[in-house]
């Protein structure tokens, strides 16, 4: 399990809900880095989180393809269920296996109904936390 110091989580996409979530995620101590518009030079090792924050941007497919082949912990897009992820189509038009495609989450974070960029970024940081720490309810689970 990691210590408080391992965490990190870096943000994909300079978005309101980013924001919020690097400004929460050094409250709770995390390592935390923006990557715009792609992960180069963003250090990833296996006490990584990355949430990408737009799942409408061109670069999405690469980003999530580079993502998936770092240590990353865990990878999750931003989306709303109920609606296909556009993540999964721009990962098979590179050849990314359906294992590996399979790595990434969506939605991501607990369902507490947020609705602004704020508690997006709150859902999502207590889905991850609840994730690292084993616990029930994140990230976020489909309730009947």
Request: no cysteine; hydrophobic share 45%.
């Amino acid at each position: 399990m990691s210590t408080d110091a391992e965490r990190a989580l870096v943000a994909v996409f300079d978005t309101p809900v980013a924001t919020h979530l690097l400004q929460f995620a050094t409250t709770l101590g995390f390592r935390v880095a923006l990557a715009e518009p792609d992960l180069t030079g963003t250090r990833i090792d296996g006490d990584t989180d990355i949430v990408v924050t737009d799942h409408d941007r061109p670069e999405l497919g690469a980003v999530l393809r580079d993502a998936l082949n770092s240590p990353a912990r865990w990878i999750g897009v931003m989306g709303n269920m109920r609606h296909a992820g556009p993540h999964v189509a721009a990962l098979r038009a590179l050849d990314v296996p359906d294992d590996e495609i399979a790595r990434v989450h969506r939605p991501v974070g607990l369902n507490i109904g947020s609705k602004t960029p704020a508690e997006i970024a709150l859902a999502t940081l207590a889905g991850l936390i609840a994730d690292r720490n084993n616990r029930p309810g994140g990230p976020f689970e489909q309730r009947p």
